[in-house]
């Protein structure tokens, strides 16, 4: 526990409209998170991280904001951390998972709107998220056009960095996305003054890949019948990986994957039913669908989401001389990112189908915030791949209010008795 | 349910106790602070009552400053 | 012993019964505003058709099945209608358009097992509670709406929301169009909706009605000639719900 009330009005934060917020989390993370049974001792890190996160983590943000950093804050796993980590500053995935901040984004956006750029809208204009509250610049980008004409909205309140995203995947485009990187790469160098080498762009790229390769460690312990860590703590280590310091959520999340190696030998089967989530992200705190889904006889062992898998897989190989190598080397990870914004995205099926044998998956939630057309229009793609393989799949199109829950419950529900 | 818990001054005094009820062997969970017990967000640790003994004694031992233990119905 | 289905639906509630040979006893009330008062209710009314629910095997399904306290175990109304229409059909490929008081759903069953599913957005159109609150609007009852649906001429009900449709209805009223033809374009209106589902889904074998609607024959007439196709029901399709419930609970 402690005061942060000064440190968050030093933030120019709407204090009164951060209480209401920072009423709700203690009760909902209770009754979701530490209602469940049997969780690994090494969980309390990430409840630490979670119930610390507008104190602890942003303190410490600011302590290294005084030492002369510089913090940025990203949207989207397309984003390269490695040039943010090789120019010494601090990267913070941007929270727009509460429905608290949609009251606000509604007022200068539009309603038909994804809820996750109504939510990172509101959280900004609101002033409620220290994070926001923290940033020297926010870096966008063209993954969809709701995220693309709200940043001009943002850019109202703070320095905007925009990095244009191609939406194909033919040679030009790559070509295209290593300019792009070699643009934000310039960028960062006037924000925080340091230059970029390739000594120290290595080490964001081996700091990057040692991130991913612990998430990647977690999720492949998943693969185990039954998983040894439930699909909720999963998508809270997943989660708490975008705001945290990296060193330190590489180190805790190896701690939490020798704990449940060490779980694999003892654990019975279950009978229980696994499912895989694809679609769109959970950013924190939207534990909804994961919650319906583990409230009945079912765990989630995998979610093909940028909160998920395309978060990690692939490294950055660290071959190269120049920062022309390590810049081409980079633009190949990302842009082998399978997002529906890519026309076509055959890669995105062919994960589904892959993910769907190695996790040895009973059936697949689609899961699509409303408005978010690319992954709405994906559906139909999908539904037939699976329908080769003969995976059932339930398709549930929501947002972050509560209201259609029971009905979400009953849909999941009758899916489980149907699988 | 009756929960117990334990709230600190600050969480690097959480994150202390936490250190020495892991080499005590003592089970614990780290959670956000109810609203109930305070206002302010943060860290409080959850531990079972049979454990309330042996953890005062080490709170006392190696001063962590605490800022009271509390039960919730 | 006796086996028990309860069907708490958002707006009525089914309840059938069977011992171990027959289908013994099917009845429905409204479900009013607390499922559980209803449930409990239930209980009384069983107790006079001597069914103890302490010495039955009880299930319960629809959107109130978490609220009666003395079901052994809870089934969603998509199963349980599955299992209910193939005890009523013996058809081994049905498809299933269930319209309740709160969602449309359109269910495949293949074998008495469902295959495949979907279910209206979260919103009236479409629905039952569509249709009654319609037909409070022209200030009869169901029944005859459908009744004189049959004799009107189609008048487009463009407002899908239930709300804005209402005002459309009354405005319709207010400009003196003939009840009938109002009539026909809200009946017309559900059946659109009904007939996307369709679409979206697909059809897999004969269609079967099911939910409060299966008990106006009109409805039911109106439906096969603007799907042209075949649609058959029974009077009991009203309860498939709760005798799939009854039938699930001999696997207690």
Redesign the interface.
Known sequence: MGDYREMWKNLNMDLEKHDILCEALPESFGDIYLTQKNRPDAMNYFNYTLAEIHGARIEEIKHEKDNGKKVVGTFCVFVPDEVIYATDAISVGLCSGSQFWIEDGEKVLPRNLCPLVKAFVGAKTSRTCPYFQSCDMIVGETTCDGKKKAYEIVEEYMPVHVMELPQMKREKNFVEWQDEIKIFIKRMEELTGNKVTVENLKKGIDLSNRKRRALKRLYDLRKNIPSPISGLDALLVSQVAFMDDPERFIENTNKLCDELEKRVNDLKASGKKRIMITGTPMAIPNWKLHSIVEGLDAEVVVEETCTGTRYFENEVPDEGDTIDDLVKNMAERYMNINCACFTPNEGRMDDIVKYAEEYDIDGVIYYNLSFCHTYAIEYKKVEKALKEKNIPLLNIDTDYSEEDTGQIKTRVEAFMEMI | MEKNYI?????SQ??KL?SFLNDNNI?????????KL???????I?YNKKDEDDIKAIIKNNSVEI?GLYTLE | MYYVGIDIGSTASKVSAFDENDLMLNMVMPTGWSSVDTSNNIKGRLREKGIDVEKAKVVATGYGRVSVPYAHKTITEITCHGKGVFYLTNKDLVTIVDIGGQDTKIITIEDGNVTNFIMNDKCAAGTGRFLELMANTLGVSLNEMTEMALNGKNIKITSMCTVFAESEVISLIGSGAKREDIARGVINSIIGRIKNLLNKHGIKGNIYLTGGLCELKHFTQLLCENLNKEISTDPLARYAGSIGGALMAKNI
């Open positions: 709230l600190f001054p600050n969480y959480g994150l936490e089970k614990y969970v780290i959670s956000p602070t109810p609203r305070s206002t302010c967000c943060g860290i409080s959850m800022k």
